[in-house]
């Protein structure tokens, strides 16, 4: 707040700037970055046009200039694992790409129109790798057959880049992740899992050299197991295999030696070097040659850059003024970054190793608020129950053209956030800033259960989904109002997907909050689990109990099941295409609370699956969110 302040008004009622049509115009979703072009100075991304219905576009950044690769009507989108990722590999002027429409994978080079490799049809292809002494792709794949209802079969398999025929190479799991083919060309390192696992509970590193007729030689398991997650697995230039694995307790960089007998870490410490698998293709660390590697690890929550020297295990930072970097590539001469901070939003930035400073090449929000309008959040940890601490960042309300009237305190949104195996940041986020302008203060609460802190922390939320997440939130309103932070009768929790039953939970169960937003969000676990795609299709046995005891859980957890319990206003958002929640379990609370004559309000999409990508969407959902909020705690001005 500041003293230069020209109107006096009550919170959650300021006038911002920051409308919904300018933080559904102006953040532009950017992923999936990497590097190539002939000399391998171009950067490549994708990014988000919410006024295309959320289509991703390939970008190329090309010497002084960015180019649009992919025009309309095509998507660069994978559907594996319904979360895709990896829908792209570059090389050198060639680019394949998988579009989202027919899941076919396409060519294209430089100057020329994509040409189809793969016919349309039922399978899936994603994470690629470009094998050019053979003259095929390795992916990725996912076959679904004609019942909607039966799991899908993934393979890693081998596309001819010539007939577009298709050679299963490594088969028998039920998930597969990052093929990685080898400098020299003569061996290929996986992932795989099973049921009931996720990727970031256990995974196997796998090994195989090729035998002459392009088929793998028997596989070796390099490392990982049921307890053991291992992601991101790199090749060094002089063909030695690096990999990340959470063994000691934390996700820290390891390597196979050379003469293959054995693994070696090269930089333990209480830092996480990777992330969940939620998607394909991430990549937090790069080689600048063969003796050093350039990486980003998370420490506290927060992102750091450094040099690792595998020789001596010498970690320097390098100085940047991001606190989240969310993905790293490595080109020759320079690093390639997505990253951002509480002042900056998340960017495409470029650092010379032979220069000082930061190049900003693509940001996703180019017209940027007043800084003095922004909420700069603080990292607070907080008792939460039962002794644990928990962690979040917390953002005041700020507008400098208004204050509140003295000795009053703001409402407060607490959000859960999704996975629920994920984790919050503190980049710059205008949805965040909406509120914020307008008076309302926003805790961002990383629970029990989130990365960034750690497996032990991490593993919290085993059999606990519903509890440890909502007590954190809880407490951390609780400890809010305990600061003065906070109005105790206007606590407000929201949350999206998973943090759709933590919001609901905490309104079933708690009597803290007095209202609600869920953005298609879990309210029946076992009807989660019967409409669950295949990635998800186990995971709460991990997250609630294994299936021999899980009925009586989930009666007890799911808010369905108690909506006699819940009586605070709520509104429900939902995509009606979403596979990952189907719609009916937002309609099912919708309906409970409607009989009970609770204030309830349903906004359903058309279009939309898990998450919203459309403008108009976007703009929908915040100002309905906002005008019910108003209204039930009758905030006017």
Avoid at 25 to 44: K, Q, R
Wanted: proline fraction near 5%; charged fraction near 20%.
């Amino acid at each position: 707040m500041t003293s230069q302040a020209s109107a006096i008004a009550p919170y959650g009622t300021w006038t911002s700037t920051i409308s919904a049509e300018r933080v559904a115009a102006g953040a532009v979703p950017m992923s999936a970055l990497m590097v190539g072009g002939t000399d391998g100075s171009d950067i490549f991304w994708l990014a988000g046009r919410a006024a295309e219905a959320g289509r991703n576009t390939l970008l190329r950044h090309h010497g002084v200039t960015t180019e649009e690769l992919t025009a309309a009507p095509f998507n660069v989108r994978s559907r594996v694992h319904e979360y895709g990722g990896g829908a792209y590999t570059v090389d050198g002027e060639t680019v394949y790409f998988t579009h989202f429409k027919d899941n076919g994978v396409y060519r294209m080079r430089a100057g020329e129109a994509p040409v189809a490799v793969t016919q349309p049809g039922q399978q899936r292809f994603a994470d690629f790798a470009v094998d050019r002494a053979r003259g095929r792709l390795i992916a990725v794949r996912e076959l679904h057959g004609d019942d909607a209802h039966a799991q899908p079969g993934n393979t890693v398999c081998a596309i001819d880049l010539d007939s577009g025929a298709e050679t299963v190479l490594v088969q028998g799991a039920d998930f597969y992740s990052s093929p990685r083919l080898s400098p020299d060309g003569c061996s290929l390192a996986w992932l795989s899992w099973d049921h009931p696992r996720m990727p970031w509970q256990g995974t196997t590193l796998w090994l195989a050299d090729f035998n002459p007729d392009g088929t793998l030689a028997a596989p070796v398991g390099i490392a990982g197991g049921a307890e053991e997650s291992i992601c991101q697995p790199e090749w060094s230039p002089d063909n030695l295999l690096h990999f990340v694995s959470d063994r000691s307790g934390w996700w820290n960089l390891y390597r196979l030696c050379r003469d293959r007998q054995r693994t070696e870490g090269l930089c333990p410490m209480q830092a996480e070097f990777a992330t969940p698998h939620w998607t394909f293709g991430n990549s937090m660390y790069g080689f600048r040659s063969a003796s050093e590697i350039i990486c980003t690890y998370i420490d506290h929550g927060v992102s750091r850059l450094a040099r690792l020297l595998p020789g001596s295990g010498k970690l320097e930072c390098i100085a940047n003024p991001y606190e989240e970097i969310r993905e790293l590539r490595v080109g020759p001469g320079y690093i390639a970054m997505l990253a951002g901070s509480p002042t900056i939003p998340m960017e495409l930035a470029r650092i010379d190793f032979t220069e000082d400073g930061v190049e900003i090449l693509a940001q996703s929000i180019e017209d940027l608020p007043d800084e003095a309008n922004l909420s700069i959040p603080a990292s607070i940890s907080y008792a939460s129950a039962n002794g644990r601490t928990s962690h979040a960042f917390y953002y005041p309300p700020r507008n400098k053209d208004v204050q509140a009237p003295a000795g009053s305190k703001p409402p407060v949104i607490v959000i859960g956030h999704g996975g629920p195996t994920g984790m919050t940041v503190n980049t710059l986020n205008l949805k965040t800033q909406y509120w914020t302008s307008r008076g309302f203060g926003v805790l961002d609460v990383n629970y029990g259960g989130s990365t960034g802190f750690g497996r032990a922390y991490r593993d919290l939320l085993k059999g606990q989904w519903g509890i440890i997440d909502v007590e954190d939130c809880v407490e951390g309103a609780r400890a809010l109002v305990a600061r003065g932070l906070a109005d105790g009768d206007r606590l407000i929790i929201r949350g999206s997907s998973a943090g759709g039953l933590t919001t609901l939970c905490a309104l079933t169960f708690h009597d803290v909050f007095k209202a609600g937003a869920s953005y298609y969000g879990v309210s029946d676990l076992k009807g989660l689990d019967q409409n669950s795609h295949k990635f998800e299709s186990h995971y709460n046995e991990y997250l609630i109990a294994p299936k021999a005891q899980a009925d009586a859980v989930y009666q007890q957890r799911s808010p369905i099941n108690h909506t006699d319990k819940l009586s605070r206003p709520m509104i429900f958002f939902q995509g009606l295409d979403d596979k990952v929640v189907p719609p009916q379990q937002s309609e099912m609370m919708v309906d409970a609370l409607r009989q009970r004559g609770i204030p309830v309000e349903y906004v359903a999409l058309e279009g939309e699956g898990h998450g919203f990508r459309k403008a108009e969407n976007i703009i929908r959902t915040l100002e309905a969110e906002l005008h019910f909020y108003q209204n039930i705690f009758g905030l006017k001005a």
